[in-house]
């Protein structure tokens, strides 16, 4: 079995264009499995508030731990990685902090597709993943993003003047960029790039 598991932003949920055509791509690429996570909390002002972001984020991944609890294949006696043939982490935003603390504390052997990471992630040292960033997103500090990825041997991409979710101010640039990202993104899976296990 190839499970793919999808752990998405606050506002970024899974039927928008990064995790919607990822999992597509999973699908494709023979993840037969997929485990698609949904979160929320009151909590806000987050941007640029890091107690009420760290607040956030704890309750996010108490919803998120619970959540895989309940799946059959996490709640198994004999652990999720003797079941799986592959295991990847689809995430975005503060997604890709929940899906690599998640990974950290049960020592999973999976791969990570980040889609605009926080640097709040890169404290739970995700492993054999691949991330994109905008350099619009004002959610992170572009430079400590790469530099973070650098140190974990993540292949980093780069996207001028995209936001938070990977889009500019003209739609068939985001269209060229969903494009790109998604290739790679296939890349990444079928061909393993930056795969260190």
Known sequence: MKLAVYFPGVGYHCDKPLLYYARKIAAACGFDQHITLSYTTQIRDLLGNPANMKAAFLELYEQAENALAKTS???????????????????KSVGTAIAARYASEH????????????AETFAFHPRNGIAFTGTADPWVNTAVIRQQCQEHQIPFFLYENANHSLETGDVFR?????????QKTEEFIRKGIGNHL
């Open 73 to 91: 294949v996490f709640s198994q006696q004999s652990g999720v990685a003797s079941c799986c043939d592959e295991i990847l982490f689809i995430s």
């Open 107 to 118: 020592s999973l052997p999976c791969r990570h597709i980040l889609y605009t990471p926080l």
């Open 174 to 182: 985001n269209l060229d960029i969903i494009k790109e990202v998604m």
